[in-house]
């Protein structure tokens, strides 16, 4: 069974930083694409930031310089660590672990529960 689960969320004030982790288990962090994707109220979800199988990152527009992605693959586990936090960064925070196998020609994809981020001015 495939579990995603995500912590480190929390209320914190403008500027400052937070961590999230993401525990997997039933899949390798290292053989997945892992992204961090956020929903604010009334808001679709967005795409944050990607780490994929081997060591590419992808960030948003909106956190580049602000937001790292990293894995830890001996914990099986990813993180994001987010510096210089906004009021506009305020969302629930979902881990996304996704992988395409050819030989199925099937893409499976895993979310976490979510964590909540919340940032005041």
């Known amino acids: 069974q495939v579990q995603l689960v995500e912590s480190g969320g929390g209320l914190v004030q403008s500027g400052e930083s937070l961590r999230l982790s993401c525990a997997a288990s039933?899949?390798?962090?290292?053989?997945?694409?892992i992204g961090w994707f956020r929903q604010a109220p009334g808001k679709e979800r967005e795409l944050v930031a990607t780490?994929?199988?081997?060591?590419?990152?992808n960030y948003a527009d909106s956190v580049k310089g602000r937001f790292t992605i990293s894995r830890d693959n001996a914990k099986n586990t990813v993180y994001l660590q987010m510096n210089s936090l906004k009021p506009e960064d305020t969302a629930v925070y979902y881990c996304?672990?996704?992988?395409?196998?050819?030989?199925?020609?099937?893409?499976?994809?895993?979310w976490g529960q979510g964590t909540q981020v919340t940032v005041s001015s």
């Open positions: 996304n672990a996704e992988r395409y196998r050819q030989v199925f020609d099937k893409t499976y994809t895993y």
């Open positions: 039933g899949v390798s962090v290292d053989v997945y694409a």
């Open positions: 780490i994929t199988s081997g060591v590419s990152t």
